[in-house]
Each structure stands twice: as structure tokens, then as C-alpha cells.
């Protein structure tokens, strides 16, 4: 599964968007992009995944860039309840290979 | 509801007593997972199981044992556990092991051993 880096740390006002951006520069075509995040010692909480398409669900949007080599979690409207480390993942879709939690990006949401 | 849970929440033992973390699962999953997480090195995978009576090591799997005799439950063993293995474990699922599923993770247990 392909590697992403992570920018170790972002603040974000309560109420404003908070966009979180991952570089998977050496993704291949078969390789989704999946996010999940972690609040403090809680167990880690899928959030969103997607191919080539932007997706959008309850909970954020994550947008892809034509070429696939980055993507952005997107949280509309941040609150403090969104303060965790998040995670960006690559998985190919037929891979069997365990899931890869880098260091992620820890979002402090500030009032 | 849909979810992972584990038992025990929190555990405070003493080296050498061999202890059991129980995970379960009610989504009908076919993969589980155990992973450990320490300040600084992320999480780290220790066991896996594909399906019933299908287990594989991960990447730290020594003083760890698991089963999985049925598809809902994969419990963690430690037979002689160890200062060491002192850390925040957490079980997921995922309906098959494959990239195009996501996981569930368990809410955690946190071991110490003494």
C-alpha cells in the first residue's frame, strides 16, 4: 500500500472549516483513500474513503485531485468535539495487507 | 447497534498471571484484528484473523496468543504477561480483510502489568 505524509499538527477555529490535507504521491489507480480519526485514547473511528471521486458523507468531505496524489478531509464546521489525530490511509482494493496508521495529524479545534 | 466491544476496560495486573481480553464483534465480520498502542510508535498490529480457524502474526506478536472459534469473538491471550506488554489494545473488524473495507475498532482496553 502506498505511503502518505501528514502535516504533524493544525489548529482550527470553532465553527470554521477545517481541512485537512494528505500526500499519496505514489498511489496506483486500484488504491482508495481512507481517513479515520482518533480522540483521545478512544479507538480509532472510520470517517470517510473514496477512489477518484469527491465523497461526501454525515460526518465530512474528502476531495481527491485529478492526478490522486493528495487528498483533503474536509469538516464543515469544526467543533470541539473534533480535536483527535487524524489519519490518512491508502488501501488497494483487493489488498489484504494490514492497515498502516502513520503518526497522523493532530487537530486542535480552538473555541 | 452495530459495534466492537472489549473486556476488560482497564486492567491492572501482575507478571506471569495469564490474562484474556475478550473482543466481539455484531456485524458478522469476517476479519478481526488485535492491534497495541504505545506513545511514539502508533499502532501496531499484533494478530489478525481472516475468518474462523484462520489466524495470522502481525507485526508484534510475541507473548500474544488468539483464537477465533467463532466468527463474532477473537480474544487476545497472554500467558505470561510482562511489564512490556503494558500498552492500550484495541480490536477491530472489517466485513472481509480487503482495502476496500473499512474497520471498526473497540473502544480499548489499557493494560498494566506490574
Known amino acids: 500500500d502506498a505511503k502518505t505524509t501528514q502535516p504533524t499538527s493544525m489548529d482550527c477555529a470553532e465553527g470554521r472549516a477545517a481541512n485537512l490535507p494528505c500526500n499519496h504521491s505514489?498511489?496506483?489507480?486500484?488504491?482508495?483513500v481512507y481517513w479515520y480519526r482518533q480522540i483521545h485514547s478512544q479507538g480509532p473511528q472510520y470517517i470517510i474513503h473514496?477512489?477518484?471521486n469527491n465523497e461526501t458523507n454525515e460526518m465530512a468531505s474528502l476531495i481527491i485531485t485529478e492526478d490522486r496524489k493528495s487528498s483533503t478531509l474536509i469538516l464543515p464546521h469544526a467543533t470541539l468535539r473534533d480535536t483527535a489525530v487524524y489519519y490518512c490511509?491508502?488501501?488497494?482494493?483487493?489488498?489484504?495487507?494490514?492497515?498502516?496508521f502513520g503518526p497522523g495529524t493532530s487537530l486542535s479545534v480552538i473555541p | 447497534e452495530a459495534q466492537v466491544t472489549q473486556n476488560p476496560r482497564y486492567l491492572i495486573t501482575v507478571t506471569g498471571k495469564k490474562l484474556t481480553v475478550t473482543c466481539s464483534q455484531n456485524?458478522?465480520?469476517?476479519?478481526m484484528s488485535w492491534y497495541r498502542q504505545d506513545p511514539g510508535l502508533g499502532l501496531r498490529q499484533i494478530y489478525y484473523?481472516?475468518?474462523?480457524?484462520?489466524?495470522d502474526k502481525g507485526d508484534v506478536p510475541e507473548g500474544y496468543k488468539v483464537s477465533r472459534k467463532e466468527k463474532r469473538n477473537f480474544p487476545l491471550i497472554l500467558e505470561s504477561p510482562s511489564p512490556n506488554q503494558t500498552s492500550l489494545y484495541f480490536c477491530?473488524?472489517?466485513?472481509?480483510?480487503?482495502?476496500?473495507?473499512?474497520?471498526?475498532f473497540g473502544p480499548g482496553t489499557r493494560l498494566t502489568v506490574t
Open positions: 473514496g477512489l477518484k
Open positions: 490511509i491508502v488501501r488497494a482494493k483487493t489488498s489484504y495487507d494490514k492497515v498502516i
Open positions: 484473523s481472516m475468518n474462523v480457524e484462520v489466524t
Open positions: 477491530a473488524s472489517s466485513l472481509t480483510g480487503q482495502g476496500s473495507y473499512e474497520q471498526y
Open positions: 505514489t498511489i496506483s489507480g486500484n488504491e482508495y
Open positions: 456485524m458478522n465480520h469476517e476479519y
